[in-house]
């Protein structure tokens, strides 16, 4: 069944939990996408788990679009939210709505995702009075993380707590359709999923949440270089992609691979005529 934003107010109401995975690329958002998610981010962590960079700051747009882009090809029902990158939304209200644009008439997204509350209100209420979905991201926002001295945990004092709430509602009064809440405190994400009628979903923030999201790669053990506390791995593929690489690797210098059934035939009569 086709998600949308309605999916997601309904689900809320209903208090089922809504689903999210990233994904960067066609098969693997064709694999999510037939598994049943209700959403598919084209998250800008693409900078650190496809494109080897230490954090998200160096994301463009232009990797983005030609990201998601491949992520829409292969979803057929999944709601698809393109994570708009470092300063192409920060910079000016024009900007944002400009690039939000981008994500939706050049790459099929669905909505958009940005970092940030009351500082980027102002964007939000201009991309949603354009018809494009917002999706919020409050908590540990690592396009802030020059801002915060590294990736940690937020909301943990009273005051960066109540902080995180005044965030959350001012998003939600901004029209923003769902808040991703990372590195949050359990009790606190409970908190706020209670507050804001929209839904919440967390990375990093406990049960309470209205939703769950996380790096496809995090979660199938593809992905060594960061292991945060929340990840749980459900599979061991990157174990799995070395020992078969391994055996192509020994196969290939053994003369074992390619063997007859992956060869192409001639015909003798043809071939004759070539000795
Ligand atoms: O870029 C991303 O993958 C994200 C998730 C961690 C929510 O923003």
């Known amino acids: 069944m086709k998600n949308t934003v309605v999916t997601f107010k309904e ?3 209903k208090g089922e939990k809504l689903t999210m995975l990233t994904a960067y690329d066609y098969s693997t958002a064709k694999l ?3 598994s049943g998610i209700n959403s598919i981010l084209v998250g800008d962590s693409l900078g650190m788990v496809c494109l080897g960079y230490p954090d998200t700051l160096s994301v463009t747009m232009e990797d983005m679009i030609h990201h998601t882009k491949a992520v829409a090809r292969g979803a057929k029902n999944a709601l698809i939210v393109g994570d708009m990158p470092f300063m192409s ?3 000016s209200v024009y900007d944002a709505v400009y690039n939000a644009g981008r994500f939706i008439k050049e790459a099929n997204a669905h909505a958009v995702k940005l970092e940030g509350g009351a500082a980027v209100a102002e964007q939000v209420k201009a991309i949603v009075r354009a018809s494009i979905p917002v999706m919020g991201h409050i908590g540990l926002t690592p396009q802030s993380v020059n801002a915060f001295g590294g990736f940690k ?3 943990k004092s009273e005051e960066a707590a109540r902080k995180l709430i005044e965030e959350a509602l001012i998003l939600e009064e901004a029209g923003a359709f769902s808040i991703v809440l990372e590195c949050v405190p359990a009790k606190l994400a409970e908190i706020i999923s209670k507050k804001v009628s929209i839904p ?4 990093g923030a406990g049960n309470g949440c209205d939703g769950q999201v996380l790096v ?3 979660m199938l053990g593809m992905f060594a270089d960061i292991k945060p506390k929340f990840v749980k791995q459900y599979a061991n593929i990157g174990e ?3 020992e078969a690489f391994k055996k192509y690797i020994s196969e290939v210098k053994e003369g074992a691979f390619p063997s007859k059934e992956h060869e192409f035939k001639i015909d003798e009569e043809v071939l004759e005529k070539l000795y």
Do not use: L
């Not at 919440?200 to 990375?203: H, K, P, Q, R, V």
């Open 89 to 91: 939304y920060q910079t």
């Open 216 to 218: 496809y790669q995090d």
């Open 32 to 34: 999510i996408d037939e």
């Open 153 to 155: 945990v937020q909301g």
């Open 240 to 242: 799995n992609m070395k």
């Open 11 to 13: 689900a809320k109401s």
């Open 200 to 203: 919440t979903i967390g990375i």
